[in-house]
C-alpha cells in the first residue's frame, strides 16, 4: 500500500532556528513529491516540487530534499519567523493519473 | 488575477439534501481534482478531470458526483448518499494530468450538515 507519513504530527521552535520537516513514504516508485503550506481554514499553498531525477529544490529561506531509494523526503526551513507558523503536508505522485497522495501533516509553531 | 476560486466558503446541509459546491480556475488548465479534508486524516481524492467532457473517481467517489462541460468549471454534488460529508473540501488544478505538473490549490469550501 502507498503511504506518506509526516513526523512529528506538531513542532515548536523559537524564532531564528533552523529546522527540518520530515516525510516519508513506502514506494519509492514515485514521479514527484511536492512540500506544501496550510494556514488554518485557508487552502494549500505549494511551496516546493521535487521531481524524482531530483535530489532537491530551493525557494528562499526554504530547501527540500529527496532521497527516493530511502523513501525520504525533508523541509528544512532556515532562520525561522513567526510568519512560517502553519501546518505543512508533504504529497507524492505515483502515475500519470495526478493523485496525489498526502501526509497528515506537521503543525509548525514558531514563538517569537 | 490568475487562479482558482471556489464557493462558497461555509455551507450547510440538511439532511437528505444535495448540495453542490463550485470549483472555478482561469489559468487555463486541462485536469482539475476534488479533495476532501478531514481532521488527522490528511486529503483524499475524490474525483479528477484530465480534459472537459471526461472524469474519473477517485479513491472515496460514493456519495459524490461531478461535471466538467467547461475547461474553467469542475462543480462537485455533495448527494443525500454521502453519509458523512462534513469536512473541508479542497479543488485543485494543473497544467494537465502529466506526472511531472504541480498541483494548485483554491481556498476551499468547509461544509457542515446541520
Known amino acids: 500500500k502507498q503511504e506518506v507519513t509526516q513526523i512529528p504530527a506538531a513542532l515548536s521552535v523559537p524564532e531564528g532556528e533552523n529546522l527540518v520537516l520530515n516525510c516519508s513514504f513506502t514506494d519509492s516508485a514515485i514521479y514527484n513529491l511536492q512540500w506544501f503550506r496550510q494556514d488554518p481554514g485557508k487552502g494549500l499553498t505549494s511551496l516546493l516540487l521535487i521531481q524524482s531525477s531530483q535530489r532537491e529544490q530551493t525557494s528562499g529561506r526554504l530547501n527540500a530534499s529527496l532521497d527516493k531509494s530511502s523513501g525520504r523526503s525533508t523541509l528544512y526551513i532556515a532562520a525561522s519567523q513567526p510568519g512560517d507558523s502553519a501546518t505543512y503536508l508533504c504529497?507524492?505522485?505515483?502515475?500519470?493519473?495526478?493523485?496525489?497522495?498526502f501526509g497528515q501533516g506537521t503543525e509548525l509553531s514558531v514563538k517569537p | 488575477d490568475g487562479g482558482i476560486t471556489q464557493s462558497p466558503k461555509y455551507l450547510f446541509r440538511k439532511e437528505g439534501q444535495n448540495v453542490t459546491l463550485s470549483c472555478e480556475q482561469n489559468l487555463n488548465h486541462d485536469a482539475m481534482y476534488w479533495y476532501r479534508q478531514d481532521p488527522g486524516q490528511g486529503l483524499r481524492l475524490i474525483y479528477y478531470s484530465q480534459i472537459v467532457n471526461d472524469f474519473q473517481k477517485g479513491d472515496i467517489a460514493e456519495g459524490y458526483s461531478v461535471s466538467r462541460e467547461k475547461k474553467e468549471s469542475f462543480p462537485l454534488t455533495v448527494t443525500s448518499a454521502q453519509k458523512n460529508p462534513t469536512a473541508f473540501y479542497l479543488c485543485a488544478s494543473s497544467i494537465s494530468s502529466d506526472s511531472y505538473n504541480e498541483q494548485f490549490f483554491g481556498p476551499g469550501t468547509r461544509l457542515t450538515v446541520l
Open positions: 504529497a507524492v505522485r505515483y502515475n500519470q493519473g495526478g493523485k496525489l497522495i
